[in-house]
């Protein structure tokens, strides 16, 4: 097979295999999210904005606290996603006098208009990164006034208002998140086709080891709400 013809068809097949798989994973998080980590977590995160706006005076610093680390950590992702967004770009305007030099040590399609989707591609991963992570720290940042506001426990719209916009911006943290991770297959792909396609691969298995939950898992998720249920439900019958 011709070195060009590679990339034609492993490049499609790794990255038809990486979104196959995260189709799944939205019809999985939307159908039975129990099954999935990020379902699990959306839960504990609704029900931990239940706890703290129940009793923000007694809960209100630990909740700020709480924001205050993923907005950190949302920063953090944030600026790493826009500097190697302009590394790769000034790399890319000032590697054309090398690029003829280093064909030789890559295995697939060596054209100039291979090279600028390649570089494009990981630039556009690294861009995605950055405004979902941004996106994830503008709903972090209104969550933390909302969360101190104290709320009674009828008032069961404003706590799930405020728990929808705290799993969005883990929601926005986690597609930032996924952007780096597609960010590796296509570095790779700078080397050639076939480490790109043994990169999705392994990928795939490591992806589904951390999104799937197991029975054991799920068993307890399920045991520690339903005694949290019956405490919210002791709770008035002691007050009174």
Not at 178 to 191: D, G, N, T
Request: with cysteine; hydrophobic share 45%; proline share 3%.
């Amino acid at each position: 097979m011709e070195e060009a013809a590679i990339d034609f068809l492993l490049v499609p097949l790794g990255l038809c295999l990486l979104v196959v798989y995260h189709l799944w994973l939205v019809l999985t998080i939307y159908r039975n999210p129990r099954r999935t980590v990020i379902g699990l977590n959306a839960e504990s995160r609704r029900q931990w904005v239940f706890c703290v706006m129940t009793d923000p005076l007694k809960n209100g610093v630990l909740a700020v606290q709480t924001i205050r680390n993923n907005i950190m950590a949302s920063t953090l992702l944030a600026t790493t996603a826009i500097t190697l967004s302009s590394l790769i770009g000034v790399f890319v305007s000032s590697s054309s006098d090398m690029s003829n030099a280093k064909l030789h040590l890559i295995y697939g399609n060596k054209s100039a208009l291979c090279t600028s989707i390649k570089y494009f591609s990981i630039l556009l991963c690294f861009l995605v990164a950055f405004l979902c992570n941004v996106q994830s720290i503008r709903y972090y940042a209104h969550v933390s006034f909302l969360v101190t506001v104290p709320t009674w426990r009828d008032q069961k719209e404003s706590i799930q208002y405020v728990a929808r916009n705290l799993n969005r911006g883990s929601h926005f943290w986690s597609v930032g998140l996924r952007a780096f991770y597609f960010s590796f297959p296509l570095f790779l792909w700078i080397f050639g086709p076939i480490p790109m396609f043994a990169c999705c691969c392994i990928m795939l298995c490591i992806l589904y080891f951390l999104d799937t939950t197991t029975s054991f898992t799920r068993q307890l998720h399920t045991r520690s709400l339903k005694d949290d249920q019956q405490v919210d439900l002791e709770s008035p019958r002691q007050a009174l």
